[in-house]
């Protein structure tokens, strides 16, 4: 369906300039063959008992004696949670949306609170292996999702404390989804071979797999002396009017200014909630965001010559492009070829100079390489170019688009 606010400025809108921080022309960017390793998650893996990947030799960009911030003290934030590692899950999509919401909770209410990201990622579990069975296994089930699935998620079962539901057996410290997920997906694959499409008995099989890595998920928390409801935990203390959030997203392969599906194996569910907006719309919504306060849930791609972890900074080569030239074709040029691809999602929670720098807080393993423990700086153009949709409170995007009326 689509909204009727973004359709009426299909015609004659008049897009504001929001140039990203532009290198001198006369500069450019060196490239070298590096030997890297993921040290973080090599080290979690050895722990439980896996084998570390192996350095692999890749190209990036050099960095030495190029200007970029060292530290997260020069960044002005909205209030966050620390760092939290998402270890080796593959649910960054939970971990990235339940940051937001915490912030969104302190923003709104001036309330600190700290939500169990794998009580989400049980019940995401659970309605994917649903529709599998609905759709006669013609869904995908893996890992990844998005971060409007946490509002889906959370409107069907309410949400929990972390202290309620740490998502892991007592005796481990790590998160390792490894062989649940195999686990489900081999059933899963005997259940489309012998055709068991029995909805309820799947589902419950499921929840016996997701159970024994999990733990089962509580039917009652206690908070401040009160027992109540995951749902009630959600109304009555969290508070939040998740109809408040929109999804953003800025690809050609849509018409601007509608609500269109993000078409992507993490989007399962085949959502369409998304609202499609030029890429000068994009960034402009961001910046008023972070400019007003707000903080924004951000996801696209991370596999990139100028992201390098250990200096926990990603920025767009000249070798990739220019600054001037990023613009709609360039991203979709990107997408279309796949050299963009869905990768991650993080939680953009403060900003170093408008149209500069960006600090983003990381649950993935790599951002724990670097200095700077589970942040991650974003340079403008990056985001860009690479970032593909995000989530943020609609009060910006209707701001945005309004100020852009002719």
């Known amino acids: 369906m689509k909204n009727s606010s973004l359709v009426c400025l299909c015609v004659g809108l008049i897009l504001s300039g929001c140039v990203g921080f532009q290198k001198p022309s006369d500069v450019r960017d060196r490239g070298v063959f590096v030997m890297e390793r993921n040290e973080y998650e090599a080290r979690l893996r050895s722990q439980v008992g896996q084998t570390p990947e192996q350095s692999l030799r890749q190209f990036r960009v050099d960095l030495s004696g190029v200007s970029v911030p ?26 990235g949306s339940t940051s937001f919401f915490e912030s969104e909770v302190y923003r709104l209410f001036g309330q600190k609170t700290k939500i169990s990201e794998m009580y989400t990622v049980y019940w995401e579990y659970v309605e994917k292996a649903r529709r599998y069975v609905q759709q006669k296994g013609n869904s995908v089930f893996g890992r990844g999702s998005q971060p409007n699935a946490t509002i889906r998620i959370w409107k069907e079962y309410g949400a929990v404390p972390a202290e309620s539901y740490p998502g892991r057996p007592s005796e481990s410290t790590i998160h390792d989804h490894a062989r649940m997920v195999s686990a489900m997906q081999d059933y899963l694959a005997t259940v489309q071979k ?76 085949h959502s369409s909630d998304y609202s499609n907006i ?14 007003k306060g707000f903080s924004v849930c951000i996801a696209g791609d991370t596999s990139e010559a100028g992201l390098i972890p250990s200096m926990n900074v990603a920025l767009i080569p000249t070798f990739d492009i220019t600054s001037r030239f990023i613009d709609d074709a360039a991203r979709q040029f990107r997408f279309s070829n796949s050299s963009t691809t869905d990768d991650h999602v993080v939680h953009l929670i403060g900003h170093k100079g408008l149209g500069n720098w960006y600090l983003m807080k990381d649950s993935g393993t790599s951002a724990r390489n670097g200095k700077c423990d589970g942040y991650m700086f974003y340079q403008e153009d990056y985001i860009k170019l690479k970032m593909m949709n995000f989530l943020v409170h609609k009060s910006i995007l209707e701001e945005v688009l309004a100020q852009s009326r002719p």
């Open 278 to 291: 030029p890429v000068d719309l994009f960034i402009k919504t961001i910046r008023s965001a972070v400019n």
């Open 194 to 269: 012998r055709k068991l499409w029995d909805e309820e008995e799947v589902v419950a099989a499921i929840r016996v797999i997701l159970d024994k890595y999990m733990g089962k998920p509580p039917s009652e928390v206690l908070v401040n002396g009160q027992r109540m409801s995951p749902k009630d935990y959600l109304s009555k203390v969290l508070k939040l009017d998740l109809d408040a959030y929109v999804n953003v997203m800025s690809l050609m392969q849509q018409p601007f200014f509608e609500q269109v599906e993000y078409e992507v194996a993490d989007n399962w569910w």
């Open 70 to 95: 060292d530290s997260t003290r020069v960044f002005q934030t909205v209030w966050h949670n620390p760092p939290v590692s998402q270890d080796l899950t593959g649910s960054c999509w939970a971990f």
